[in-house]
C-alpha cells in the first residue's frame, strides 16, 4: 500500500528545499551576466608577453589560470586593491585578479601633441632606436596604464592597437566635452563609419543619453565615446546639444 504525501509534508519539504536553495545562491560567486551589467570595461596593456589571471592576489607561477593580451577587454568587479584587482574576462569567461598597473580605460585618455616628426612607441624604457615598435603623431590618442615613472609611461594606443611605453612629456590632457541627446523619436545610431547606413550601426543611444566628444572636426559625424554602451563611434552632430 503505497504511503500518502501529506499537503502538510509537501510544504515542509518545499520550505527546506527553498531554504537550501537560498543558501547555495548566498554562497556562489556572481555569475558573470550580473557582473558584466555592474563591471567596467578596461584595455589590458603590455609592451610584450601578456599578463596573467590569477586566482590569488600574488604574482606566483602557479596561480595563473589564463593569459590576457593587449587589446583584451576585460570588466573590473573590485577595483580596492592596491595592486591586483578583481576582473572577469570574457574571452576566457573566467574571473580572477590581474596587476591593475597593466589596465587601462577611456578615462585616463592623452593626446599627442609633437612640434614635429612622430613619438615613438617603445617596448622598454629607455630612448633607442632598437625599442622603437611605433609612431604616434600629434592628434593620436593613447590611454594611460601605469603613470609610476618619471619620463616613460605605459600606454595602450588604439590607432596601432599595442601597448608600449611613450616620454609622458609629449602627452597633454585635453578637455572633456559632454553632449546629451535629443531625438524626437527612436534612437540615435552610434556608427563605425561617417555614413548613414543601418549596417554601421553598433549601437542605439536615446533622449537623455550623454556622450563625450572626441574629434568634432565632421560637418555631419562626430566622433563620441558613450559610457553607457561603452563603445566609441560616430553619431550625427544634429540630434547633440
Do not use: H
Given at each position: 500500500m503505497k504511503k500518502r504525501f501529506s499537503t502538510t509534508h509537501r510544504t515542509d519539504f518545499m520550505k527546506k528545499f527553498l531554504a537550501v536553495l537560498m543558501v547555495l545562491a548566498l554562497s556562489l560567486p556572481v555569475t558573470a551576466q550580473t557582473s558584466r551589467a555592474a563591471g567596467t570595461s578596461y584595455t589590458v596593456t603590455v609592451a610584450s608577453g601578456y599578463l596573467a589571471l590569477r586566482n590569488a592576489k600574488a604574482y606566483d607561477d602557479a596561480n595563473e589560470i589564463g593569459k590576457l593580451y593587449t587589446g583584451d577587454t576585460?570588466?573590473?568587479?573590485?577595483?580596492?586593491?592596491?595592486?591586483?584587482?578583481?576582473?572577469?574576462?570574457?574571452?576566457?569567461?573566467?574571473?580572477?585578479?590581474?596587476?591593475?598597473?597593466?589596465?587601462?580605460?577611456?578615462?585616463?585618455?592623452?593626446?599627442?601633441?609633437?612640434?614635429?616628426?612622430?613619438?615613438?612607441?617603445?617596448?622598454?624604457?629607455?630612448y633607442k632606436a632598437s625599442?622603437?615598435?611605433?609612431?604616434?603623431?600629434?592628434?593620436?590618442?593613447?590611454?594611460?596604464?601605469?603613470?609610476?615613472?618619471?619620463?616613460?609611461?605605459?600606454?595602450?594606443?588604439?590607432?596601432?592597437?599595442?601597448?608600449?611605453?611613450?616620454?609622458?612629456?609629449?602627452?597633454?590632457?585635453?578637455?572633456?566635452?559632454?553632449?546629451?541627446?535629443?531625438?524626437?523619436?527612436?534612437?540615435?545610431?552610434?556608427?563605425?563609419?561617417?555614413?548613414?547606413?543601418?549596417?554601421?550601426?553598433?549601437?542605439q543611444l536615446n533622449t537623455g543619453d550623454t556622450v563625450q566628444v572626441k574629434d568634432s572636426s565632421g560637418k555631419t559625424y562626430w566622433y563620441v565615446y558613450s559610457s553607457r554602451l561603452g563603445k566609441s563611434g560616430y553619431v550625427n552632430k544634429n540630434y547633440l546639444q
Open positions: 576585460v570588466e573590473v568587479q573590485d577595483s580596492s586593491g592596491s595592486t591586483y584587482w578583481y576582473v572577469y574576462s570574457s574571452k576566457l569567461n573566467k574571473y580572477g585578479y590581474t596587476d591593475r598597473r597593466y589596465l587601462t580605460n577611456l578615462s585616463s585618455e592623452r593626446t599627442v601633441s609633437v612640434k614635429s616628426g612622430y613619438l615613438a612607441l617603445r617596448n622598454a624604457k629607455e625599442n622603437e615598435i611605433g609612431e604616434l603623431y600629434t592628434g593620436d590618442k593613447v590611454q594611460i596604464a601605469d603613470a609610476s615613472d618619471s619620463t616613460y609611461w605605459l600606454v595602450f594606443a588604439p590607432g596601432l592597437y599595442k601597448g608600449g611605453y611613450v616620454d609622458k612629456n609629449y602627452l597633454i590632457k585635453e578637455e572633456t566635452v559632454t553632449k546629451t541627446v535629443k531625438v524626437e523619436s527612436g534612437y540615435l545610431a552610434l556608427r563605425n563609419a561617417m555614413a548613414y547606413d543601418s549596417a554601421n550601426e553598433i549601437g
